[in-house]
């Protein structure tokens, strides 16, 4: 039974079947141990994921704020809804994230990542340099 070992965690993706047998663990140590790592690529992903549904949370708040009164107060709700950075960081998420499903939809490779972010990068600019 081969084990794999996450560089990052230090422990083994599969224990023996009879228990917890250590002395058969390989070590991190050991440079014939196969190490697996996360695409950082999943990890960006799931990070801009969280991120865009953050500044959804923060949209929708902040409109309901200018639209009614409300009997509390949330502060920096409206500074963030008003903020230039806020609206860049969210359309870049949001492209990032569009983008990256595209590349996975047309198959991967590196000359359509580039050409991804080509685009990516001209539609952000093109969205700085007309609005902020």
Not at 2 to 7: G, K, L, N, R, S
Not at 78 to 90: H, K, R
Not at 113 to 119: E, I, N, P, R, T
Request: charged residues 10%; proline residues 8%.
């Amino acid at each position: 039974m081969e084990h794999v070992t996450f560089a990052n965690a230090g422990e083994s993706a599969s224990a023996p079947p009879g228990g917890d047998d250590t002395a058969h663990q390989p070590s991190l140590d050991d440079p014939s141990t196969p190490r697996v790592y996360l695409p950082i690529a999943a990890t960006l992903r799931l990070y801009a994921g969280w991120l865009l549904a953050y500044y959804a949370v923060v949209y929708a708040l902040g409109w309901y704020v200018r639209s009614r009164p409300l009997p509390f107060a949330i502060p920096y709700v409206e500074a963030l809804l008003l903020s230039p950075l806020v609206l860049s960081f969210t359309l870049a998420a949001f492209l990032f994230l569009i983008l990256q499903s595209a590349h996975n939809t047309w198959g991967k490779g590196p000359l359509k990542g580039c050409f991804l972010g080509v685009c990516g990068l001209a539609l952000f600019l093109l969205y700085r340099t007309n609005v902020a």
